[in-house]
Each structure stands twice: as C-alpha cells, then as structure tokens.
C-alpha cells in the first residue's frame, strides 16, 4: 500500500488521496524446471498515459493464455508484472483531473507532468527522472527494494510502458539492444513503430539521457542489471489495436528466445 495524502490547505478543491494498493504479480510455468530467463513489465510512470495499460493487459491476455507459444514463454522465461508504478499519481489522474497543485505554469496544462503530490512537494515535475534518488520518494524507494527481492538483481529484458505518442515509437539506452534479435523481431511485428535512434532520426536525443530514467536505472548496476532495457511510447491507436501490439511485443519475444525444446531458441540468449 502507499501512503496516501490527506488534503493539502493550500489547494482545498484537490482531492484527497487513500492508501492505494501496489501490484506486482507473476506468470510463469511454476512445473517447468527450465532455467528461465527474467522479463520486468512495467507501466504507469505517468499518470495521465492511460494507454500504456492496454498495451500491458494485452502482454498479460498473451501471456497466460493456451497460445503454444505463451506455453512456451511461460516454460522458458518468468515475467514479473508491475502494473502502476505511480499509484497515487494514477489516482489523481482520475478523481482529480483539475489538480491544482500540479499546475505548473511553466509546462502549462502538460498533463503528463501532473498526477503525483510526493513530487511537487519535492520540486520535482516528472516521476521518470527520479530513479537515482533514495529516502526521498516512497514509491520509488518501493520498487526499487521489490524488484531487488523479486529479481534478485538482474533480469534479461525491462520493459517500461508509457502512452500515446505520434509517432508510436521504442526506444532502449543500450546500444546492444536496438539490433539483438528481438529487436529485429519487434521490427517485424510491428512494422509502423518506429525505432527511436539514428538511422530514422526519431527521438535521437532522448535514446539514453537524461540521468534518473528508469531503463538508464535498470541497466546502471547500482541494484538491476538489465540486460535489455526497453521504453515504448504506442501511437494513438484504439484499444484494440493497444492490445494487439501489447500481443506483438510478446510474440516477438516468443521469435527471439524460442521454444528451447523445439530447437528453435537463441541459445546465445538463453545461456
Ligand atoms: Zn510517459
């Protein structure tokens, strides 16, 4: 559970916040003895990015369905799921659309900034700058200490899952990753997301920097050690199609690390 946030004096029509509940939860082949690779699928960062959630529940519907290929995925890989990683800001997003506390005048009515009021307390504007931080902000301190029990420390592939942009777009701080199989795979799969980085001049300036993302946290060492961090931003699609492509960035798993009984995997990746 967080905390919660009781009503703040100096904006008297924002709503208060109740403790919200935190999930986390696991899909995998619990009788499978394979050594399995670790998947992280988060989302929720910003509070207004509804979207990203449809791109998870369609990662999740995939995952635990009777599709031969999840079977596969949940023999050869474990998924930890974190489904809201701002909940109080989720909150906010939806009882206290005119939140004023939030209102910053230099970003204007950029709701994407808004949503979380541990963060403006602090001076700060966006919760994807603040994982470097410790003792200072309760759910990032929450995570961090989860993921560290749940992983152990290290995990193959982090996805983390925002909301729409144009265009729909993925993008990953670690060179590596941008050309690996998957990376291949997810090209294949879906075809009109655009890979951010120097060949389609997309979001070049924003494919690692600035300090404090949380895939730069995930791969820096300091508690994760991701091997294959991922951010993905879906264009403005309906919620069909949200799911749809939430469906296509597991099957293109499913083509990069395979189904090791059927001979088909990476070994490379797997090893
Ligand atoms: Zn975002």
Same mark, same amino acid.
């Given at each position: 559970? /967080?905390?919660?946030?009781?009503?703040?004096?100096?904006?008297?029509?924002?709503?208060? @916040? =109740?403790?919200?509940?935190?999930?986390?939860?696991?899909?995998?082949?619990?009788?499978?003895?394979?050594?399995? @690779?670790?998947?992280?699928?988060?989302?929720?960062?910003?509070?207004?990015?509804?979207?990203?959630?449809?791109?998870? $529940?369609?990662?999740?519907?995939? %995952?635990?369905?009777?599709?031969?290929?999840? @079977?596969? %995925?949940?023999?050869?890989?474990?998924?930890?799921?974190?489904?809201?990683?701002?909940?109080?800001?989720?909150?906010?997003?939806?009882?206290?659309?005119?939140?004023?506390?939030?209102?910053? =005048? #230099?970003?204007?009515? #950029?709701?994407?900034?808004?949503?979380?009021?541990?963060?403006?307390?602090?001076? $700060?504007?966006?919760?994807?700058? %603040?994982? $470097? /931080?410790?003792?200072?902000?309760?759910?990032?301190?929450?995570?961090?200490?989860?993921?560290?029990?749940? /992983?152990? +420390?290290?995990?193959?592939?982090?996805?983390?899952?925002?909301? =729409?942009?144009?265009?729909?777009?993925?993008?990953? !701080?670690?060179?590596?990753?941008?050309?690996?199989?998957?990376?291949?795979?997810? *090209?294949?799969?879906? !075809?009109?997301?655009?890979?951010? &980085?120097? $060949?389609?001049?997309?979001?070049?300036?924003?494919?690692?920097?600035? =300090?404090?993302?949380? *895939?730069?946290?995930? *791969?820096?060492?300091?508690?994760?050690?991701?091997?294959?961090?991922?951010?993905?931003? !879906?264009? &403005?699609? /309906?919620?069909?199609?949200?799911?749809?492509?939430?469906?296509?960035?597991? %099957?293109?798993?499913?083509?990069?690390? +395979?189904?090791?009984?059927?001979?088909?995997?990476?070994?490379?990746?797997?090893?």
């Amino acid at each position: 559970m /967080t905390n919660g946030w009781p009503r703040n004096g100096d904006y008297p029509d924002d709503p208060v @916040i =109740p403790r919200q509940k935190v999930i986390a939860y696991r899909i995998t082949d619990s009788k499978s003895r394979s050594a399995k @690779i670790k998947v992280m699928l988060a989302c929720g960062q910003h509070a207004f990015e509804f979207t990203g959630n449809w791109v998870l $529940e369609g990662m999740v519907d995939f %995952l635990v369905s009777d599709d031969p290929r999840a @079977i596969a %995925l949940r023999q050869n890989a474990e998924f930890f799921v974190y489904p809201d990683l701002n909940p109080d800001g989720r909150y906010q997003a939806i009882h206290g659309l005119a939140f004023q506390a939030a209102q910053d =005048p #230099n970003v204007g009515t #950029n709701l994407r900034m808004r949503g979380n009021p541990e963060i403006y307390a602090a001076g $700060e504007r966006d919760h994807n700058r %603040l994982w $470097e /931080t410790n003792g200072k902000f309760s759910t990032i301190d929450l995570f961090k200490a989860t993921w560290l029990k749940d /992983t152990g +420390g290290e995990a193959e592939y982090f996805w983390d899952i925002h909301g =729409p942009q144009q265009t729909g777009n993925w993008r990953t !701080p670690r060179a590596e990753a941008r050309t690996n199989r998957y990376a291949e795979a997810l *090209m294949q799969r879906e !075809p009109e997301v655009i890979r951010c &980085g120097p $060949e389609s001049g997309f979001k070049v300036k924003v494919a690692a920097g600035p =300090p404090g993302k949380l *895939m730069l946290y995930a *791969m820096s060492g300091q508690g994760l050690r991701v091997r294959y961090p991922y951010i993905y931003e !879906p264009g &403005g699609w /309906t919620m069909e199609r949200l799911f749809d492509s939430g469906r296509n960035l597991m %099957l293109a798993l499913y083509d990069a690390i +395979g189904d090791r009984k059927s001979g088909a995997a990476n070994a490379s990746l797997l090893a």
